[in-house]
């Protein structure tokens, strides 16, 4: 009695499991072929690839003190200026590790990962995880105030020869509720160069001439509007991208102008929002 009860029970499971896949294939087998599929499998791996991007500097590192000065330019959107940012040594190992991995830049156009020197022209490395660069990711955070769910993405230099560029741009393409670069510091690891300011045609000039010093006034602003920061070794501008509502800032617009002599080398440091994520580390 009870062994003809089991195989009653089995038949019917392996009844039900048959007719449930013949409507599947019937209804067009969702989740296998479907347009909608190919659609999120071509943002998933993108997504993936954002947080593998993902970095904090680890526990227990340890960084000696360093100080820096800072002048706050905006409040909203928040941008300063940052003197001694990175010390002498700092910039210049950066550019010593970066010396054996430049590769050209490229740009992004609908998803598309491509090469277009009108818009920017430069050159890009990768830069390797040692303790002097984590203390710098750290710094970056600290000066953040530690925000949650918040990290560093791979940090990147970028080498401006006579002509190298990058045209005007926000920092915020791909931003969600969930996800997003909350801030940027561009760093100037070299400013042996005339020309490559960092331009924000959107912000307007100061009064006060003490700011002379970290951007072109008057002579040297040639037209171009807004305001420009000069490039100076060691140096940092920082700016939010995005307000408390998660509204992108549009005074944040900018440029690197054009180097017209010597090199500049830069340091990007994007801070990014993700929600629910830990660190590695
Ligand atoms: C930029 O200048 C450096 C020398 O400072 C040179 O090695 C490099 O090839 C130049 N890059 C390009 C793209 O011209």
Same mark, same amino acid.
């Given at each position: 009695? @009870?062994?003809?009860?089991?195989?009653?029970?089995?038949? *019917?499971?392996?009844?039900?499991?048959?007719?449930?896949?013949?409507?599947?294939?019937?209804?067009?087998? @969702?989740?296998?072929?479907?347009?909608? =599929?190919?659609? *999120?499998?071509?943002?998933?791996?993108?997504?993936?690839?954002?947080?593998?991007?993902?970095?904090?500097?680890?526990?227990?590192?340890? +960084?000696?003190?360093?100080?820096?000065? !800072?002048?706050?330019?905006? =409040?909203?959107?928040?941008?300063?200026?940052?003197?001694?940012?990175?010390?002498?040594?700092?910039?210049?190992?950066?550019?010593?590790?970066?010396?054996?991995?430049?590769?050209?830049?490229?740009?992004?156009?609908?998803?598309?990962?491509?090469?277009?020197?009108?818009?920017?022209?430069?050159?890009?490395?990768?830069?390797?995880?040692?303790?002097?660069?984590?203390?710098?990711?750290?710094?970056?955070?600290?000066?953040?105030?530690? @925000?949650?769910?918040?990290?560093?993405?791979?940090?990147? *230099?970028?080498?401006?020869?006579?002509?190298?560029?990058? %045209?005007?741009?926000?920092?915020?393409?791909?931003?969600?509720?969930?996800?997003?670069?909350?801030?940027?510091?561009?760093?100037?690891?070299?400013?042996? +160069?005339?020309?490559?300011?960092?331009?924000?045609?959107?912000?307007?000039?100061?009064?006060?001439?003490?700011? +002379?010093?970290?951007?072109?006034?008057?002579?040297?602003?040639?037209?171009?509007?807004?305001? =420009?920061?000069? @490039?100076?070794?060691?140096? %940092?501008?920082?700016?939010?991208?995005?307000?408390?509502?998660?509204?992108?800032?549009?005074?944040?617009?900018?440029?690197?102008?054009?180097?017209?002599?010597?090199?500049? !080398?830069?340091?990007?440091?994007?801070?990014?929002?993700? %929600?629910?994520?830990?660190?590695?580390?």
């Amino acid at each position: 009695m @009870p062994q003809e009860t089991s195989s009653i029970r089995w038949r *019917t499971v392996v009844e039900v499991a048959i007719i449930s896949l013949v409507i599947y294939i019937l209804i067009g087998t @969702p989740g296998i072929s479907t347009s909608q =599929t190919t659609q *999120t499998e071509a943002v998933n791996p993108k997504a993936r690839a954002k947080v593998e991007n993902l970095v904090y500097p680890r526990e227990n590192l340890q +960084c000696t003190h360093h100080g820096h000065q !800072i002048h706050i330019f905006t =409040t909203n959107p928040l941008v300063m200026y940052i003197e001694d940012f990175v010390s002498e040594d700092e910039a210049d190992h950066l550019v010593d590790i970066s010396a054996n991995n430049w590769q050209v830049s490229t740009v992004f156009n609908k998803g598309q990962e491509h090469r277009d020197d009108s818009i920017r022209k430069s050159e890009k490395a990768l830069v390797d995880r040692d303790d002097m660069v984590q203390c710098i990711e750290q710094r970056a955070l600290s000066i953040q105030g530690w @925000p949650q769910e918040t990290f560093i993405e791979r940090l990147w *230099t970028q080498r401006y020869n006579v002509s190298g560029h990058y %045209a005007h741009h926000y920092d915020w393409a791909t931003a969600s509720k969930h996800s997003r670069r909350v801030s940027t510091f561009m760093v100037y690891l070299r400013a042996e +160069c005339t020309g490559g300011g960092t331009n924000f045609p959107r912000l307007p000039m100061p009064h006060d001439e003490k700011w +002379c010093a970290y951007i072109e006034c008057a002579a040297e602003r040639d037209g171009t509007p807004g305001v =420009t920061f000069k @490039p100076r070794k060691g140096a %940092a501008v920082y700016w939010e991208n995005f307000d408390a509502s998660g509204r992108g800032y549009k005074e944040t617009i900018h440029a690197g102008l054009p180097v017209t002599s010597g090199v500049k !080398i830069g340091l990007n440091i994007w801070t990014w929002f993700q %929600a629910g994520h830990v660190a590695d580390e």
